[in-house]
């Protein structure tokens, strides 16, 4: 079955960690994107890809990082500058950057 | 600036009972809305795309329609299986991000 695939699905980050998330997806969609999801919030853009080598900063990308060396993959690192990661992280593809969005069930991060 | 605002917040139905979901929204154009549904725990699951006004989709108990400023969701009958957080977003003309409304949680009761 096609579809994307978050994991782990549960993780947790001590002091001063780097933490990476991982995404895939077996679509074959050129556009993939990194949302963070707050409890009463709607959901944020931190980072998306239009094409392999190639991502944008989104609207809360501070303390993010994202690479993009596979189109399948598109994994997101969650540094220490991030004061405040805890929140659901969702990851999304799609065929184009107009085309609707499909998204994996998402990874939960919260602080030791 | 781009906005997208979901209402009511929370909706409580009895199983049979129809009522709509209002998503309102200010863009600088709009390339397209997009209604996801979200089970707690879980990713958004895609429904609709609409692309213009006047438009309409529709599936199983859950019709999508769109004006210049707004869009409806529509629930027929709903079962308790619809209960879920249901969410509109819009992708405006400028830039490639989708702007999420904050979600209307819905709720039937049997």
């Known amino acids: 079955d096609g579809g994307i695939t978050q994991s782990p699905k549960y993780l947790f980050r001590k002091e001063g960690q780097n933490v990476t998330l991982s995404c895939e997806q077996n679509l074959n969609h050129d556009a993939m994107y990194w949302y963070r999801q707050d409890p009463g919030q709607g959901l944020r853009l931190i980072y998306y890809?239009?094409?392999?080598?190639?991502?944008q900063k989104g609207d809360i990308a501070e303390g993010y990082s994202v690479s993009r060396e596979k189109k399948e993959s598109f994994p997101l690192t969650v540094t220490s500058a991030q004061k405040n990661p805890t929140a659901f992280y969702l990851c999304?593809?799609?065929?184009?950057?107009?085309?609707?969005?499909?998204f994996g069930d998402g990874t939960r991060l919260s602080i030791l | 600036e781009d906005q997208v605002t979901q209402s009511p917040e929370a909706l409580r139905l009895q199983e049979g009972e129809s009522s709509s979901l209002n998503c309102s929204y200010t863009v600088s154009g709009l390339r397209g809305l997009f209604w996801y549904r979200q089970d707690p725990g879980k990713g958004p699951e895609f429904l609709f795309t609409l692309y213009s006004a006047g438009e309409e989709k529709e599936k199983e108990r859950l019709k999508a329609t769109l004006t210049k400023k707004e869009s409806f969701l529509h629930i027929t009958a709903p079962k308790p299986e619809d209960s879920a957080t249901y969410l509109c977003?819009?992708?405006?003309?400028?830039?490639?991000?989708?702007?999420f409304g904050k979600g209307t949680s819905l709720l039937v009761t049997p």
């Open positions: 999304a593809s799609s065929i184009a950057t107009n085309q609707p969005q499909h």
């Open positions: 977003a819009v992708h405006p003309n400028s830039g490639y991000a989708l702007n």
């Open positions: 890809s239009q094409i392999v080598n190639d991502f």
